[in-house]
């Protein structure tokens, strides 16, 4: 990996912003298209305090959202005002750990750092990370309006990568961890468009692990674990919370969708899966797409020693065969294509789809996360891909439908690109379907936008 360094000690645009901004209309190069109408929105970690010792996945939120409005772009950021954030900002030490982790030290309140996604659901925009509830946000401002806990029927872990079903409008959602944070317990369930739990399910996992996404069919809910491993015990010791045990194997939780039933569990080989692309049913097979590594990136053995050789994530189809009695899945390399951050025509999501993108690694050894790639599923070997200048970087691809009922993939890519040589970022645009043509209007940001992890479309009319 490039270890090219800013002036601040971190690598390329990790490092913090210390300010919040509203600005715009932006400059544009290109033409932005006419139907592009409503608001990106996205989320990663903002430390208050710089430390490049710190792990990538720790510090608070910060939200930027981008509107398209009137032909133009406008920008605002602002940092999730949690408990956390409060009392640093107020002069108390840091006092917690990455990945959304509780304290060493209990806070009352404690609402988490909410940097790893935001989304819209029932007119409510949510900040979220794994290991506490939903922060909700203005949807126009950015204010920080507190946490939901959905009329007081959910508490704990609440998933970063909760999935819209497109069929319903329900939001599918889980939380792994337990009430210690670190345990095997799970939960699992929907939230209907006015905010409602119709359906929760408790249940454990085959053993405590990280649980970073999930994948929903059309009946089923589908939770990847996968053995980078998670231990209170261990972390009391003054060892990694998180560690890899590949000994434990891969599993695939199977819960039908109404919550009735009990979990069936498929064996794997041992792997790590941060991301799901998407997932089916198709006859007496449930397919789910992932990013497969063969170990997990930044992490440690349990002893604290370095994981050699983690490789990059690739996309890979497990299939779950019910035909057969063993409950054991097959994996297989779908694309010869290396990266991170996948994303669908989410009206697709939880059927058969064709479309997928993804932040992508150039195979010649280059800057990492420099290429957007398209993969067809009717011909993953044709890959779509535009690489970025040396020294640049992508955010993870959203897709915009260019009407409520174009064909899939008919629509919009949109990506924040780091530009290295210039300290700064711009909101690149693309054809979703055309992405090696290049950007059709390039929005130029003034400033860095630091890495971040996940954001989404919000239309106008929503």
């Not at 089923?220 to 560690?243: D, I």
């Not at 924040?416 to 290049?438: H, K």
Request: glycine share 12%; net charge negative; aromatic share 10%.
């Amino acid at each position: 990996m490039n270890e090219r360094l800013n002036t601040n000690g971190y690598r390329a645009n990790l490092a913090p912003i210390d300010f919040e901004v509203d600005c715009g209309p932006l400059p544009v190069r290109g033409e932005l298209p006419s139907g592009l109408a409503g608001v990106l929105v996205r989320n990663g970690p903002n430390p208050l305090h710089p430390d490049p010792a710190q792990h990538w996945f720790a510090g608070h939120g910060m939200v930027h959202r981008f509107e398209f409005a009137n032909g133009g772009v406008t920008y605002r950021n602002r940092w999730v005002r949690t408990q956390r954030w409060l009392a640093e900002r107020a002069g108390a030490a840091a006092d917690f750990t990455a990945f959304g982790a509780r304290p060493q030290k209990e806070m009352p309140n404690d609402d988490g750092v909410a940097n790893t996604n935001v989304l819209m659901h029932g007119n409510r925009l949510l900040a979220l990370e794994e290991a506490h509830l939903p922060v909700e946000l203005h949807a126009r401002t950015l204010d920080t309006l507190g946490q939901v806990d959905f009329g007081g029927e959910l508490q704990g872990a609440f998933t970063a990568h909760p999935k819209v079903d497109p069929d319903t409008g329900e939001l599918l959602f889980f939380g792994y961890g337990g009430p210690d944070g670190l345990g095997a317990g799970m939960t699992a369930g929907s939230i209907d468009t006015g905010g409602r739990v119709t359906h929760l399910k408790r249940f454990d996992a085959p053993y405590a692990s990280m649980v970073h996404d999930f994948a929903f069919s059309a009946g089923h809910l589908l939770f990847p674990v996968t053995p980078l491993t998670a231990s209170k015990a261990r972390m009391h010791a003054g060892l990694p919370p998180y560690a890899w045990e590949p000994q434990f194997g891969s599993f695939v939780g199977v819960l039908r969708r109404d919550g009735s039933g009990e979990v069936e569990w498929w064996k794997g080989p041992a792997c790590f899966v941060f991301h799901v692309m998407n997932a089916w049913e198709d006859d007496d097979c449930i397919c789910i797409d992932v990013m497969q590594l063969d170990a997990p990136p930044n992490f440690t053995w349990p002893d604290g020693r370095t994981i050699d050789g983690a490789g990059h994530a690739r996309l890979c189809r497990w299939t779950l065969d019910r035909r057969g009695r063993e409950r054991v899945f097959t994996s297989g390399i779908i694309a010869e294509v290396s990266g991170e951050f996948p994303r669908i025509d989410e009206r697709f999501a939880g059927a058969p789809y064709r479309h997928g993108w993804l932040a992508a690694h150039p195979d010649d050894g280059g800057e990492p996360f420099s290429q957007i790639a398209r993969v067809d599923h009717a011909n993953p070997r044709a890959l779509d891909i535009y690489r970025l200048a040396d020294g640049d970087a992508t955010s993870e691809p959203v897709f915009v439908p260019r009407t409520i009922d174009a064909a899939e993939g008919d629509g919009w890519i949109l990506a924040v690109a780091y530009r290295g040589a210039e300290q700064r970022s711009d909101l690149l645009v693309f054809d979703a379907l055309r992405v090696a043509a290049g950007p059709i209007a390039t929005v130029e940001i003034p400033h860095r936008v630091p890495n971040g992890f996940h954001g989404n479309w919000v239309a106008a009319r929503q």
